[in-house]
């Protein structure tokens, strides 16, 4: 497990959320991950220290309580989606992918998804 970034405390007042303000956690199997669930992505490793730093998006999957979107308008819009692990109490990189234009507009008109202040 590696150290990618820090989870920020504006996040959860602008989601009005409450996940703990700690560090984000990627494990080694994140990039098998993608490479068998989002194939073509595993470019945009290297960004996600960026992506959850400075987000151009961020919300919350109404699915997965206890997690955050965070989006980031690169070449292609990528969604870092961070998980807490209630059982072990930490943050983690759980899946890296692209979401198109349509998605995004949908998201954001939706509230799904704020622009980050």
């Known amino acids: 497990m590696e150290i990618v970034g820090k989870y920020k405390?504006?996040?959860n007042k602008q989601l009005n959320i409450n996940l703990?303000?700690?560090?984000?956690y990627q494990s080694d199997g994140l990039i098998k991950h993608i490479q068998?669930?989002?194939?073509?992505?595993?470019?945009?490793?290297?960004?996600?220290?960026?992506?959850?730093e400075n987000p151009d998006y961020?919300?919350?999957?109404?699915?997965?309580?206890?997690?955050?979107?965070?989006?980031?308008?690169?070449?292609d819009n990528i969604l870092v989606a961070v998980k807490?692990?209630?059982?072990?109490?930490y943050l983690y990189v759980a899946s890296l992918y692209d979401i198109s234009n349509a998605k995004l507009q949908n998201r954001l008109n939706s509230g799904r998804i704020k622009a980050y202040k």
């Open 9 to 11: 405390e504006e996040y």
């Open 20 to 24: 703990p303000i700690d560090d984000i």
């Open 36 to 52: 068998k669930q989002h194939k073509g992505f595993e470019s945009y490793m290297s960004d996600i220290p960026d992506i959850i």
């Open 84 to 89: 807490l692990d209630k059982k072990n109490n």
């Open 58 to 75: 961020i919300g919350v999957n109404p699915k997965e309580p206890d997690s955050v979107e965070l989006i980031k308008v690169l070449k």
